[in-house]
């Protein structure tokens, strides 16, 4: 990029904390990466503190803590003080695993904003599978509750695949009965575990225009009772036409901080063969505005055709970088959603592949330790 280039990029306005990779939790979606349980080194509170001080100077207004299971660093309430007093917005996404009513006090005693929990599904039985954990669904609606009684909005997540996508209105009820105030119905992203069980995961087009017309349904019916209940459906990528401006635009808005201190314009863009900075040995304006790693992909001057004399590019900035190279091995690859990629062929391939899949739940690759360190191997 160019100095006057570099000279347009605007401050991180977003800044996710992923503060550790740890989790109890197993699920095969899991955005973390596969060789996760060979990086165990994490930022000290200290550092951690002192990333958001440079993060907070250079203009950054919203902080979202997230890991792994961000709930396993004892000091997020230390955490969660410091950024208020930075004045940050903060955000806790979490899968509810450890968390207790009275932490859920002590976080918004220090300043928390809003907290996210996640579910897997509407029923025990199979939230508990997909969670690799048999007490996960009682202690997510305990805490769902818990939340919600100390005067947060309710913000609730479920991350939807072809195993769960028949609960739509299962999930929506059980939202509404917890007095829901934010639904967020993510389909899965390719991604990490995700990308490696996505056979297993993705569901099929007829599945998903089910599903789709069941949450439309069912918003239609909050809507004639006057529930004020907001669902959002995130379709999956793999079956639009065009990608999505992934992240904004590389290095546009967004900055992610591995537990390790390793920086990243997106939480996955670890897989990349990229050599990222790390805010060790950088100092966060450094690794922004100057690092090699962040102005790779920004501007429109590495585009390759067809992006390269696209009328769109300015819209979806020629797509997501993991996942062109992901699919086609070269992350300056048009993203293989595009219909006017070359290798859109991968994306036809996969949606045939979903409609014909057969795999169950037990031959999903589970995220935990023992299969990472496999896998890391292999
Ligand atoms: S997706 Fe599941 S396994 Fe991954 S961090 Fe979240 S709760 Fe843990
Ligand atoms: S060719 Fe590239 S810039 Fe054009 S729509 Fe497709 S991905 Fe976007």
Request: net charge negative; charged share 20%.
């Amino acid at each position: 990029m160019t100095a006057a280039a570099e000279a347009r990029v605007g401050p991180p306005l977003w800044l996710l904390a992923e503060l550790t990779y740890r989790c109890p939790l197993q699920c095969p979606y899991c955005s973390n990466p596969l060789d996760y349980a060979s990086q165990q080194q994490e930022l000290s509170t200290e550092q951690w503190l002192d990333v958001l001080r440079q993060g907070r100077a250079m203009g950054a207004a919203q902080l979202g803590f997230s890991g792994g299971e961000p709930l396993v660093r004892q000091d997020l309430p230390e955490l969660i003080a410091g950024a208020r007093d930075l004045g940050y917005y903060t955000n806790l996404i979490t899968s509810g695993i450890g968390l207790t009513e009275a932490k859920v006090q002590a976080f918004a005693e220090a300043g928390l904003d809003h907290i996210q929990v996640s579910f897997q599904a509407s029923d025990p039985e199979l939230n508990n599978a997909v969670a690799g954990s048999r007490k996960a669904f009682e202690q997510k609606l305990a805490m769902a509750r818990a939340v919600k009684a100390a005067g947060y909005p309710m913000v609730l997540n479920f991350v939807i695949h072809r195993h769960n996508i028949h609960q739509m209105n299962d999930i929506l009820a059980l939202c509404e009965n917890l007095d829901a105030d934010y639904v967020e119905l993510a389909t899965c992203q390719y991604y990490g575990w995700a990308f490696k069980n996505r056979e297993g995961l993705m569901p099929s087009k007829a599945q998903l225009v089910q599903a789709e017309h069941e949450v439309n349904c069912y918003r239609d019916d909050l809507r004639s009772r006057d529930r004020a209940m907001k669902v959002i459906f995130v379709t999956p990528d793999y079956y639009e036409e065009r990608p999505k401006a992934c992240m904004n635009g590389w290095g546009n808005l967004f900055l992610t901080v591995a537990p390790d201190g390793t920086a990243l314009p997106c939480h996955s863009a670890r897989l990349l063969p990229i050599d990222f900075p790390n805010v060790q040995t950088k100092s966060l304006n450094d690794i922004w505005y100057h690092s090699p790693g962040f102005n790779h992909y920004r501007g429109d001057s590495w585009m390759p055709e067809p992006c390269r004399s696209c009328d769109e590019k300015d819209k979806d900035f020629g797509g997501c970088r993991c996942q062109a190279y992901l699919l086609t091995g070269n992350a300056d690859n048009a993203d293989p959603v595009c219909s006017k990629s070359p290798h859109n062929d991968r994306i036809l391939a996969a949606r045939t592949a979903a409609d014909h899949a057969t795999a169950g739940l037990d031959d999903l690759i589970y995220r935990n330790a023992r299969n990472s360190k496999l896998l890391y191997r292999g």
